[in-house]
């Protein structure tokens, strides 16, 4: 049994060394990161053309996400049942602005946030899908299709992703002051290039002329603001 152990343990080892890890390309937040010939993981993957710019971020609790954008349980409908392992206390969103840079329609170039995480050295979470329905205003009979989506031709669309954690369940071990403390990305894509965006607690401030147009867009940290 040692032998067989011993044998398996160097079959991994030579299987590990044959892999190479993807070049890694950062970004920054405000920053536009084209996507490219970049996948996640499977070939067909074609979001070549589009970019991503992750505009702001902010934590709060479940019950202010569902107040922010007007849901109210009680007359809507539940969301999560009390002991759903996927119920969460605390909510991390971040705003992006997705781009199609391509000149001509293609039904076959899209993007999707099924494989979209906020990603730690030791933990990662994922969008909560109900919420993501509430918070970019889709119709019940669009929430199937609509983490995957394209856009038209030279065109750009706003969307708020809701990555969750509950510090609370038995089966969540990461804390809020874990998550504020750790260098977050917002992953892209992992090969043949791993493109990713360092998320930062932000919010975004806009000021307007006195015809109602944005003039300029600041990034303020809002850590112990009351």
Known sequence: MPSLVLLLGIRIWMVNRGIESPEVVQFEMGEEAEIGRN???????????YSVTAESARIMTYEDYLKKYGYNEEEDGVLFEEDSMLRPEMIYEVDILVKNHNKEDNTGCGISYSDYKLTASDFMLSVSSPLYWIANDIAEENQ????????????EMRFHLPFYFAPGSPAESVSEETVRDADLQLVLSLYPEQRQILIDETEQIVRYDENGSDIDTNMRKIYNVK
């Open 39 to 49: 996948i996640f993981n499977d070939r067909v993957e074609n979001m070549n053309g």
């Open 144 to 155: 199937n299709l609509m983490m995957s989506f394209r856009l038209r031709p030279e065109s």
